[in-house]
């Protein structure tokens, strides 16, 4: 099995960056994903494959990677972006997931 | 447009079997383009996978879930469904279903990008 860590909280002024990292010695061999989850409800994909958005994100929300670690960016934070992050990889040979531990995004 | 809706009961007994249904519509559960997968969340916690279902003849498991759960689908009822033996107040979760887009050609990993509402499972006597 595998990890992926990802910070517990970030915090962020709106208006402002915020970055969201997620970190895994697998990363560099698979695609990560991004959701971000609401209180209550289900989570909504916001990013595939590294970098990719589906139809209907804002494109306030990008996604990176480099080596071993990946990011999800937010730029110009709303307070609607208040919300917890999961990062999510796939092993391409067994096709086991593994979800991050989430981060919380609380904006100031 | 695709949605998934879970249903099954509430609350299970420990020691006994949960049984969960996705319900599909929007797309065939035979589809070579979709997925379909069933992940939970424990109170406070964050999201675990627990087993996907690719073409109704390919499965895959958590390897810490395993041995005690199956994930089949019902072609006819356009449903998908999970079964968890010998639950114990640590199966106690919200669980969804979900589905994710497979390509037809390259590296196909799962991701999730429709989900079901969730449905809330207890496990207690």
């Known amino acids: 099995s595998y990890e992926l860590t990802q910070p517990p909280s970030v915090s962020v002024s709106p208006g402002q960056t915020a970055t969201i990292t997620c970190s895994g010695d697998s990363l560099p061999k698979q695609f990560t994903f991004w959701y971000q989850q609401k209180t209550g409800q289900a989570p909504v994909l916001l990013i595939y494959k590294d970098t990719e958005r589906p139809s209907g994100i804002p494109d306030r929300f990008s996604g990176s990677s480099s080596g071993t670690s990946v990011t999800l960016t937010i730029s110009g934070v709303q307070a609607e972006d208040e919300a917890d992050y999961y990062c999510q990889s796939t092993d391409i040979a067994s096709s086991v997931v593994e979800f991050g531990g989430g981060t919380a995004l609380t904006v100031l | 447009q695709l949605q998934l809706q879970e249903s099954g009961p509430g609350l299970v007994k420990p020691s006994e079997t949960l049984s969960l249904t996705c319900t599909v519509s929007g797309a065939s559960i035979t589809s070579q383009s979709n997925s379909w997968g069933w992940i939970r969340q424990s109170p406070g916690k964050g999201l675990a996978w627990i087993g996907s279902l690719y073409q109704n003849r390919f499965m895959y498991y958590n390897p810490s879930l395993k041995s005690r759960v199956i994930v089949s689908a019902d072609t006819s009822r356009s449903q998908f469904s999970l079964k968890i033996t010998s639950v114990t107040a640590a199966d106690t979760a919200i669980y969804y279903c979900?589905?994710?887009?497979?390509?037809?050609?390259?590296?196909?990993?799962?991701?999730?990008?429709?989900w079901g509402r969730g449905i809330l499972v207890s496990v207690s006597s």
């Open positions: 979900a589905s994710g887009f497979v390509p037809t050609s390259g590296p196909r990993p799962l991701y999730f990008d429709t």
